[in-house]
């Protein structure tokens, strides 16, 4: 179980710095739709299409936890 907890731990530190860039790529590009989102709890940001939180983080005991920083205009 150690083992399994270290992985996800693992998993979403790299997760975190793949999301800050694509979020820092879709504020450049302005792919229109979408929003960066940010979960104080992960102090991570994260893209998803505009509408309800859906926080990849932690999974479902978080899944409602962030807020929209910046929607994406084309």
Do not use: T
């Amino acid at each position: 179980l150690r083992l399994l907890e270290a992985r996800e731990i693992m998993y979403r530190e790299q997760f975190k710095a793949l999301s800050r860039a694509v979020a820092q790529l879709v504020e450049r590009r302005a792919v229109a739709g979408h929003g960066i989102y940010f979960c104080p709890m992960a102090d991570a940001y994260w893209i998803q299409k505009s509408g309800a939180v859906k926080n990849p983080y932690y999974g479902a005991k978080m899944l409602g936890c962030g807020e929209v920083v910046k929607k994406v205009q084309a």
